[in-house]
């Protein structure tokens, strides 16, 4: 593993897929490996809060994350157990304070996540109140630095397809990367494991590798971090709560080429495009190994 990650994704983790036989274009017999996905039956104290569909691994993070992003859970709360039975597929987070969301679930809507997804009625209440770091700074030199390392790291994208991933970064250093069926489960393990580290978030810069929908501005934004990267597009919503935010969102960042549609104030030019390299065809992401029978 490169010491450029504090946490990323193991493709050899027999847990997260399975190998299945199929036949290719020309009739040939193959083998490949395709992402499990299972449900995760989450609580907060004695209350059934919701059941997601996840690859499975980091439960802890997953449910922490989520109860943030839902403002189900404070961000002073104590957390004084998590407990994950893998036989069940669920996984409890108690806390120190009495909490009781009945009515709060009865206003949940589905969003646009591949996978299931749902935000409740006041998450954007407290989206306009949120003020994100003004002077944070993106060099082009690091965003440059941080898409080819992000693009070539081992991953379950890579191995098997199927997948998003999401990563949260400091300068040119990618430091959690994160992997699930929907691109808010990675967005929630990295929430959860910022707040068990109790890692700040201003100087941070947040990547994902797909759209940058209103889901993942307001995630990005609510975890308070000031600059959204992805390889993919935008949606129309997504850029008016970025710019009604201040947050700074990049979009189609690949090999030398990017588009910032918000908050363009925080990018440094410092590096001339012409001086980089484009991105490699093997690495393009639009397609697996396993899918291109590599």
Request: hydrophobic share 40%; proline share 5%; with cysteine.
């Amino acid at each position: 593993m490169s010491d450029e990650f504090l946490v990323r994704p193991d493709p050899d983790d027999p847990k997260l897929t399975t190998p299945v036989t199929g036949i290719d274009q020309t009739g040939a017999r193959v083998e490949t490996r395709v992402v499990n996905e299972r449900p995760l039956t989450l609580f907060l104290n004695a209350q059934e809060i919701v059941t997601m569909m996840t690859i499975g691994d980091r439960p802890d993070l997953l449910a922490v994350g989520y109860l943030l992003n839902q403002n189900m859970l404070l961000p002073d709360d104590e957390i004084t157990a998590i407990e994950h039975d893998d036989d069940l597929d669920v996984v409890v987070v108690r806390t120190k304070r009495r909490t009781n969301y009945e009515d709060k679930l009865k206003k949940k809507v589905r969003t646009s996540g591949c996978a299931q997804g749902t935000v409740f009625g006041d998450v954007m209440e407290s989206f306009e109140t949120v003020s994100l770091p003004a002077d944070a700074v993106l060099k082009t030199s690091w965003l440059y630095g941080l898409t080819k390392k992000i693009n070539t790291a081992p991953s379950l994208y890579l191995a098997a397809g199927a997948i998003h991933g999401c990563v949260l970064c400091r300068e040119d250093r990618p430091l959690v990367y994160m992997e699930d069926v929907g691109r808010h489960n990675a967005v929630d393990k990295i929430a959860g494991w910022m707040f068990l580290n109790k890692e700040p978030a201003a100087d941070k810069i947040f990547y994902t590798t797909g759209r940058l929908t209103s889901e993942m501005v307001i995630k990005t934004v609510m975890m308070g971090i000031p600059i959204l990267v992805s390889r993919s597009g935008f949606t129309a919503w997504g850029v008016e709560l970025a710019r009604q935010a201040g947050l700074t969102l990049i979009g189609r960042a690949r090999g030398k080429r990017f588009l910032a549609l918000s908050g363009d104030h925080r990018i440094d030019f410092d590096l001339d495009p012409d001086t980089v390299e484009d991105e490699a065809p093997k690495h393009r992401r639009k397609g697996s190994f396993a899918e291109a029978g590599e």
